[in-house]
């Protein structure tokens, strides 16, 4: 058991020097700054003996972000909870209080970044580029999304194999590596640090709030009443909250820029479901997104973050133009998701690396 965490914990350093392989011909220069990431891993001081060092340090970065935003806001960072970043299993986070220690803990499966930054990967190269004047600019229009996904076939293959490793395998980092168009390496970057941002403030929030004790309590029971399921859920849409607050103040970018990792984030979700849904029955014709026992669906938790920006940023514009371009990437994930249908109707696959 210990053997194989720890096998699992290799796995993004394995994952990295595929990407050195695929990379090395075309675009030498990442093949050069994966290899210097992966020789920084050599000094990280890890939390536990299972933490994944690349991904501990994304963590690591993360975190110390959310606590500036947090002091920022006036909250007290005295009992910072502790954090590490180990194979779970299931790409998931969490934050449980440990009998015995003074501060909580949060967990963090080592994959769960890796599928944020392979997702926010695959979602920018769907943008096409129209212009390098000074900066680089792109395109969120519908038809020319669509125009980009007909001419860039790869886009939709590179998804439906993220979507598979992490479905059927619970591993990401069994997806095929390959390289990224150096002209879509910062916008990458923006969306894959909204989208982690908020799910360390989350579960930051979860804190925050003085959910803990309650989640210990939960721990003891059996059976789960529906008042236990609502008031879960109510602790789902805190955390949320808190944790756009804390994101929308770590973020070095506007609103706009910080909220759509929030968006995207629940496009991932929306998507990994949506797929293991397809794969199963062979379409996705009645498949809803639908609240669990813990948590409320992802549509009821996307309306509630919307209606909090609302109170978070001003001037109210802001908020507005943060909200449109958050339906503007939701619906760019409609077409990605059609495209992907067009593409494989019946979601038949071969050829995925079993489970690790
Ligand atoms: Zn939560």
Redesign the pocket.
């Known amino acids: 058991m210990h053997d194989e965490s720890q096998h699992l914990a290799q796995q993004d350093l394995a994952f990295l020097q595929a990407v050195i392989d695929a990379t090395a011909d075309k675009m030498a220069w990442i093949s050069d700054s994966v290899r210097q990431s992966i020789r920084k891993q050599e000094d990280v001081q890890l939390p536990t003996r299972y933490d994944s060092p690349l991904q501990f340090r994304i963590l690591e970065g993360l975190v110390s972000k959310v606590k500036s935003a947090a002091r920022d806001l006036g909250l007290s960072t005295e009992e910072f909870p502790h954090f590490a970043c180990i194979p779970t299993g299931r790409v998931n986070a969490s934050a449980v209080s440990l009998p015995g220690s003074s501060r909580p803990f949060l967990l963090f499966d080592s994959q769960l970044f890796l599928y944020c930054h392979l997702f926010a990967k695959t979602f920018a190269r769907c943008l096409p580029i129209l212009g390098r004047e000074g900066m680089l600019s792109f395109s969120t229009e519908l038809p020319e999304v669509k125009r980009r996904l007909e001419s860039a076939p790869d886009i939709v293959e590179h998804l439906e194999d993220l979507l598979a490793a992490y479905t059927s395998t619970g591993a990401p980092s069994n997806s095929k590596p390959y390289p990224l168009e150096s002209d879509y390496l910062q916008l990458v970057t923006i969306l894959r640090e909204g989208m982690e941002l908020f799910v360390v403030a989350?579960e930051i929030g979860?804190v925050y709030a003085g959910h803990l004790s309650d989640l210990l309590k939960g721990l003891g029971l059996n059976a789960v009443s529906s008042e236990a399921w609502s008031s879960s859920h109510r602790q789902?849409h805190e955390?949320d909250i808190l944790g756009l607050a804390l994101t929308l103040r770590a973020s070095g970018y506007d609103a706009a820029l910080a909220y759509v990792g929030v968006e995207l984030f629940f496009v991932s979700l929306d998507m990994a479901d949506r797929y293991a849904y397809a794969a199963r029955q062979g379409n996705d014709d009645l498949f809803q997104t639908s609240p669990s026992s813990t948590h409320p669906s992802n549509e009821d938790r996307r309306e509630a973050l919307r209606i909090a920006l609302v109170q978070f940023v001003s001037p109210i514009e802001q908020a507005e133009s943060a909200k449109a371009m958050a339906s503007n990437y939701e619906a760019i994930a409609k077409h990605l998701w059609a495209a992907l249908k067009t593409a494989n109707p019946s979601f038949k696959r071969t050829g995925l690396r079993p489970a690790a």
């Open positions: 989350h979860h789902e955390a």
